[in-house]
């Protein structure tokens, strides 16, 4: 290619990406004007690389450099300013689309707690092996029941109500006896020299019965003679 066709080559990419630029009004980094740009108008991404360098050297655009990369974008005083109308239109399409962006995030909200509930809940088939499940139980309770219903060792209300006496009966005497028992024993430490661990030793091994005879006489004497080691 000659050095004149090259010059038109390269003074085309460069209308293209001023006019673009322009249009758009935001940051493009040389990557992605060439990505935008090369289907429609068939511009090489070095052609484009020198057309966007030749355009921020002529102050026709701006280049900001982040690290190795640069953008572009178009020079804002050089854009024509907006009028008052244009700006209010403006402000009312900003308006505009602030409200369907809150909508759309509000209902994308939604739908994330509805995808969330679903994940969390069981699948079709784990429904219906969960009612399979309940179905074999209910049938299994029922059947109990009916043997239940047709046994004829029933227990009347008069039985049951003579085995709740007797069972309140001996737990107040299981009590009064517990209540002795933990009266005594305190009485027995009292005079033991060791400790109570020693004491339950020494009376499984039979190695104290002369001190239980005594304590069990002086406790009967303190009771009033309600009750003794024989009663």
């Known amino acids: 290619m000659s050095k004149g066709r090259e010059a038109?080559?390269?003074?085309?990419a460069a209308a293209v990406l001023l006019r673009y630029l322009r249009e758009q009004n935001r940051p493009y980094s040389a990557?992605?004007?060439?990505?935008?740009?090369?289907?429609?108008?068939?511009?090489?991404?070095?052609?484009?690389?020198?057309?966007?360098?030749?355009?921020?050297?002529?102050?026709?655009?701006?280049?900001?450099a982040y690290g190795k990369q640069k953008i572009y974008f178009a020079d804002q005083e050089q854009l024509p300013a907006a009028s008052d109308a244009e700006l209010r239109g403006l402000d009312g399409e900003i308006a505009t689309r602030s409200a369907q962006l809150q909508a759309l995030q509000q209902s994308c909200r939604h739908m994330e707690a509805e995808l969330k509930d679903l994940n969390s809940s069981m699948t079709t088939p784990e429904i219906a092996r969960e009612i399979e499940a309940l179905?074999?139980?209910?049938?299994?309770c029922t059947e109990k029941l009916e043997r239940i219903k047709s046994a004829t060792n029933h227990?009347?209300?008069?039985?049951?109500?003579?085995?709740?006496?007797?069972q309140q009966l001996?737990?107040?005497e299981w009590r009064r006896r517990k209540r002795m028992a933990t009266e005594l024993l305190d009485a027995i430490l009292e005079g033991?020299?060791?400790?109570?661990?020693?004491f339950f030793v020494?009376?499984?091994?039979?190695?104290?019965?002369?001190?239980?005879?005594?304590?069990?006489?002086?406790?009967?004497?303190h009771a009033g003679g309600?009750?003794?080691r024989d009663g």
């Not at 990557?31 to 102050?59: I, M, R, S, T, Y």
């Not at 179905?135 to 299994?140: E, I, Q």
């Not at 019965?209 to 002086?218: A, E, F």
């Open 31 to 64: 990557q992605d004007a060439f990505g935008n740009l090369q289907q429609e108008h068939g511009l090489g991404k070095a052609a484009v690389v020198k057309a966007l360098e030749q355009l921020a050297q002529q102050g026709r655009v701006r280049e900001k």
């Open 192 to 198: 033991y020299p060791k400790s109570k661990k020693q």
């Open 226 to 228: 309600g009750w003794d």
């Open 202 to 221: 020494s009376t499984e091994a039979g190695l104290c019965p002369r001190l239980l005879s005594q304590t069990l006489s002086l406790f009967s004497c």
């Open 135 to 140: 179905r074999k139980d209910c049938a299994s």
């Open 8 to 12: 038109a080559a390269g003074g085309g």
């Open 155 to 166: 227990v009347t209300p008069e039985e049951k109500e003579k085995v709740c006496r007797e």
């Open 170 to 172: 001996y737990r107040r």
